[in-house]
């Protein structure tokens, strides 16, 4: 947005206000951007901040005046006073869903389970780990984000509100074991995880003077 600056012959102390970002200041005269210029004598002046839809106030600075509050008065009695207000994008909310008790990572900050936060506009690293541990013998592994990236990839946040969601596929550990244990080998190996509702075929090799003689726990067949 150009400044434009309209002053004519002033007979008191000026007042100079610039514009920087989508955004307008009001007060005492005041018009910016349309006038960026008044002669007030030796009194004050409170200015107003009307940020554009979609943005907000990020500073004021010259004339005494600092920090994000939406007024500011200016005092001309010592002289001449030059205000800038600045304005940038408002932040915008970033949802970020995955399963509970699974962590990720937006913007450098670690999070656990679905997590809204806000966040200027701007690129930011999205990222998560695989597999997770979930408790004793289960765990979650990634499949994929909702916005197509990989499992560590950039995320641009614009205005407007965003939505990420994150697949996982749950496993649990098959445990196995041989009775005696020199009695022979079960195979697949013990500890191995395998996705939810996977039918797997286990196989005992007898060794040598051992014969096979049944199953214990959960099996569809003893024998």
């Given at each position: 947005m150009d400044?434009?600056?309209?002053?004519?012959?002033v007979t008191g102390n000026q007042l100079t206000v610039t514009v920087n970002g989508n955004g307008s200041v009001t007060g005492g005269g005041i018009d910016c951007p349309s006038v960026v210029c008044s002669t007030l004598g030796t009194g004050s002046v409170t200015l107003t901040a009307v940020p554009a839809p979609g943005f907000v106030l990020t500073g004021w600075s010259g004339g005494g005046c600092s920090g994000t509050a939406a007024t500011c008065t200016v005092s001309l009695a010592s002289g001449n006073q030059a205000v800038t207000a600045t304005f940038g994008p408002a932040s915008q909310p970033v949802t970020v869903n995955v399963p509970a008790g699974v962590g990720f990572t937006l913007n450098?900050?670690?999070?656990?389970?679905?997590?809204?936060?806000?966040?200027?506009?701007?690129?930011?690293?999205?990222?998560?780990?695989?597999p997770q541990s979930l408790g004793a013998g289960i765990q979650a592994v990634f499949v994929s984000w909702s916005d197509l990236g990989a499992i560590a990839h950039s995320v641009t946040v614009g205005s407007s509100a965003i939505t990420i969601t994150g697949t996982f596929k749950t496993q649990y550990q098959l445990t196995t074991a041989a009775s005696p244990s020199n009695g022979g080998t079960v195979t697949p190996a013990s500890g191995t995880f395998f996705d939810s509702g996977t039918v797997v075929n286990l196989t005992a090799t007898p060794n040598s003077g051992f014969v096979f003689a049944n199953w214990t726990g959960p099996v569809a067949s003893a024998s």
């Open positions: 400044n434009v600056n309209i002053c004519g012959t450098g900050t670690s999070y656990t389970g679905s997590q809204t936060v806000n966040l200027a506009p701007g690129t930011y690293t999205l990222s998560t780990t695989t």
